[in-house]
């Protein structure tokens, strides 16, 4: 069975600094994939980056870079030089030999002006 | 174009009653599915389809019933609709692989709300 967890409900973050949402997962799969999700106020589900478990190097996609820790089976997110619009709620999710996409309950991030 | 689409966008209705959610997806994946999003912002998967094939089918009631006309379409009926079905309703599609072209691509949602 494959499991996420996101430990922070909640995170705050002052305009233009840095901030790290944390994901723990469990799964008995060799390979699989891991991907971060953010959903506006708006409610749409936009797909922001993915590390391959066999990948050797972090991912990154601009503003968001994936800190992959393998043997500790975590996959923070890092947003860079966080704007008003970073606003939202951030899941990370992971695919493993079936094709379920399992979610984790998701961090509300609030950009602080 | 939108990629992936849903039908109707807003939804309400009396328990009871039957109701039904459209989508279809331009993409030309193999992979569709159905997601369950609570009150709480999280996520279920409910079913998923690959070509036509009901491949997840998760701890549903049977008052639920997916139905895959052709690969580009995933619909879902709900029977006899209760308080605990309020919830938006996700459709998605992908090419079914855990590579990086596997992620989900959403629709907008779909938010039912049962009086």
């Known amino acids: 069975a494959q499991k996420i967890t996101q430990t922070q409900p909640g995170m705050f973050v002052q305009e233009k600094e840095a901030v790290t949402l944390d994901c723990t997962y469990d799964t008995s799969d060799q390979s699989y994939g891991l991907f971060w999700y953010k959903q506006p106020s708006s409610g749409e589900m936009i797909f922001l980056i993915y590390?391959?478990?066999?990948?050797?190097q972090n991912a990154t996609e601009g503003r968001y870079s994936l800190n992959f820790q393998k043997a500790r089976k975590s996959a923070n997110l890092v947003i860079s030089a966080s704007q008003l619009g970073d606003s939202a709620m951030y899941f990370c999710a992971m695919r493993g030999s079936n094709y379920k996409l399992t979610f984790g309950k998701g961090t509300l991030l609030t950009v602080n002006p | 174009d939108t990629a992936v689409s849903q039908t109707p966008k807003y939804l309400v209705t009396q328990m009871g009653n039957d109701k039904s959610i459209k989508c279809e997806q331009n993409l030309g994946h193999d992979t569709m599915y159905w997601y369950k999003q609570d009150s709480k912002k999280f996520l279920k998967i409910m079913f998923s389809y690959n070509n036509k094939e009901l491949i997840i089918n998760e701890t549903v009631p049977n008052r639920f019933s997916p139905k895959s006309p052709d690969k580009a379409h995933l619909n879902l009926h709900i029977n006899s609709l209760e308080l605990g079905d309020s919830a938006v309703y996700f459709c998605a599609s992908s090419r079914g692989t855990i590579r990086k072209t596997g992620e989900l691509f959403f629709g907008e949602g779909s938010r039912l709300t049962v009086l």
């Open positions: 590390q391959g478990s066999y990948d050797e």
